[in-house]
C-alpha cells in the first residue's frame, strides 16, 4: 500500500485538520469531533447538515458553505458518524428556524440519524428529513435496504442549500427534497477497487482488463463484470440504463454530474462527458445543466459514475445555478 498519510488509525482526523487550515476562511471544525461547520451566520433560515463516512472526498465537508451545506458530519472511512457526533452538527447549526438533514441510504447512517433527530426534539429543536436512493445498480446491497445514496446527494445538497438560503420554511425544503429526489438517479463503473488505510489492500480486485457496473461507493457488489471497452460503448450502457430508469421522452430536459470515483483523470472524465452528451443529444433531451469532476469519491477507487435529474420544474435549474461559496462545488 503507497498512500501520503501518517497512522492509519489517524487519516481522518488529520485530514480534518488539514481541510480546515487550508480553507479557514470558510469553515471551522467543532474540535475533538468529525464536525465541519460554515463560518457564515445564517440566522433565521434553515440549516442543512449532511454526512457520513469519511473516503468520499470532498463530499461532505467540501459542500460546507454559503448556499449548500450548514454542517458535515465525517464519520471513520466508509463508516456512519455516531449519533452524538450528528446531534453536536444540529445543535451548532440551528438558527432558529429548525433543520434539515439529507441522508443517504445507508443501514448504519439512516439509524444514526435518526437517533440523533430524536435527541434533538427533546431539546426542542425541529428536525427533518430527506433519504436519498439515485443508485439504479442493485436493489439491495451490502449495508443498504433498498437503493444506495451516491453522488447524486450532491444535487440534493444544491438545490436544497439555495432553497434553505432563499428563506424556505423546514416544511417546504422537505415538500422540495420529496420531489426531487425520486427524479435523480446515478449509475457507475469501476475499473479498479478502494484501499482503505486501515485495511491496506483494495476490497475487491478486478483483473488488468476487468470492469464493473454498479459497484457501490463503498466496494458493494455491482451487476456485471465484462472486459473494459471504449467510453463509448461505457456511456451506451450506463446511458441505456438510465433511459429505462426514467423513461426518457424527447423535449425533457436534464442536469448531468459526471463524477470521478478517486483515481480517474480529468482528461478520461470529460471524454466520457463527450459520448454521453452525443447519447442525450440523440435522445432528443434537453441538457440545461453540466458538471464534471471529482465530488463523491471513494478513497482511489478508479471510475465514475453518472447522474441525471430530471428538471420537472425551472425552479430546479435555477437553484442549481445560483452561486455558492464552498470548496468543492
Not at 9 to 29: C, P, Q
Not at 173 to 190: M, Q, R, S
Not at 265 to 281: H, K, R, W
Amino acid at each position: 500500500m503507497k498512500k501520503i498519510i501518517n497512522q492509519p488509525e489517524e487519516v481522518v482526523n488529520d485530514m480534518l485538520e488539514g481541510f480546515v487550515y487550508a480553507h479557514s476562511d470558510l469553515i471551522e471544525r467543532i474540535p475533538e469531533t468529525g464536525v465541519i461547520i460554515r463560518k457564515q451566520e445564517t440566522p433565521h433560515k434553515v440549516a442543512l447538515i449532511s454526512g457520513g463516512g469519511s473516503g468520499h472526498e470532498p463530499a461532505h465537508a467540501g459542500f460546507v458553505g454559503a448556499g449548500m451545506l450548514s454542517a458535515a458530519v465525517c464519520g471513520p472511512v466508509f463508516t456512519s458518524p455516531t449519533p452524538d457526533q450528528i446531534l453536536e452538527a444540529i445543535q451548532k447549526a440551528d438558527n432558529g428556524a429548525g433543520v434539515f438533514m439529507v441522508i443517504k441510504n445507508y443501514s448504519g447512517d439512516v439509524m444514526n440519524f435518526d437517533m440523533a433527530k430524536e435527541l434533538a426534539e427533546m431539546e426542542d429543536i425541529a428536525v427533518d428529513f430527506i433519504i436519498v436512493d439515485d443508485d439504479i445498480a442493485v436493489e439491495d446491497s451490502t449495508y443498504t435496504a433498498g437503493k444506495r445514496g451516491v453522488a447524486g446527494t450532491v444535487f440534493v445538497h444544491k438545490i436544497l442549500g439555495a432553497a434553505a438560503e432563499n428563506g424556505a420554511s423546514l416544511t417546504e425544503i422537505k415538500a422540495l427534497a420529496e420531489k426531487i429526489v425520486p427524479n435523480i438517479k446515478t449509475l457507475g463503473v469501476a475499473l479498479s477497487g478502494a484501499t482503505a488505510p486501515e485495511v491496506g489492500k483494495p476490497g475487491f480486485t478486478l483483473a488488468e482488463d476487468e470492469i464493473e457496473f454498479g459497484v457501490g461507493i463503498h466496494g458493494e457488489p455491482g451487476y456485471r463484470r465484462e472486459k473494459i471497452a471504449p467510453s463509448k460503448a461505457l456511456a451506451q450502457e450506463i446511458v441505456s440504463k438510465l433511459k429505462e430508469a426514467f423513461q426518457f421522452k424527447p423535449d425533457e430536459h436534464y442536469g448531468l454530474l459526471v463524477n470521478g470515483l478517486g483515481s480517474t483523470p480529468l482528461m478520461e472524465q470529460y471524454i466520457f462527458t463527450n459520448d454521453v452528451g452525443s447519447l442525450l443529444a440523440a435522445e432528443g433531451l434537453n441538457v440545461d445543466f453540466k458538471k464534471v469532476g471529482d465530488f463523491m469519491t471513494s478513497i482511489d477507487m478508479a471510475g465514475l459514475s453518472l447522474t441525471l435529474i430530471r428538471l420537472e420544474e425551472n425552479k430546479w435549474l435555477d437553484y442549481l445555478n445560483v452561486p455558492t461559496k464552498t470548496i468543492a462545488w
